[in-house]
């Protein structure tokens, strides 16, 4: 089992950052996939960035290529997302998962998910 709690979320303006942390309780957590998802009002939960536990490889959607970087600490089972450049459009409640196995771009394919973060991009 592992348990999953964002922090971070808020109000910022365009072109400002914020950075999203998820601290993960339960076993084996460094060898789950971490992921970030996002779902704003009106739409279905799109994936946002992931990164593997093995070879610490990440991906990003091509929305947020260049401005969002996933990162991990295992000794203190944290994950980030570090968002600059905000937009309005980035404006979403924000979704940490793990999975075990499986697609890192796909909701499915994730066994554990945080209860979520605001973040609100004002123009």
């Known amino acids: 089992q592992v348990q999953l709690v964002e922090s971070g979320g808020g109000l910022v303006q365009a072109g400002g950052s914020l950075r999203l942390s998820c601290a993960a309780s339960?076993?084996?957590?460094?060898?789950?996939?971490m992921g970030w998802f996002r779902q704003a009002p009106g739409k279905e939960r799109e994936f946002v960035a992931a990164?593997?536990?093995?070879?610490?490889?990440?991906y990003y959607a091509n929305s947020v290529k260049g401005r969002f970087t996933i990162s991990r600490e295992n000794a203190k089972n944290t994950v980030y997302l570090q968002m600059n450049s905000l937009k309005p459009e980035d404006t979403a409640v924000y979704y940490c998962?793990?999975?075990?196995?499986?697609?890192?771009?796909?909701?499915?394919?994730?066994?554990?998910w945080g209860q979520g973060t605001q973040v609100t991009v004002s123009s």
């Open positions: 339960g076993s084996f957590f460094s060898r789950y996939g």
């Open positions: 998962a793990a999975r075990w196995k499986g697609s890192y771009s796909t909701s499915v394919a994730y066994d554990y």
């Open positions: 990164i593997n536990w093995s070879d610490g490889n990440t």
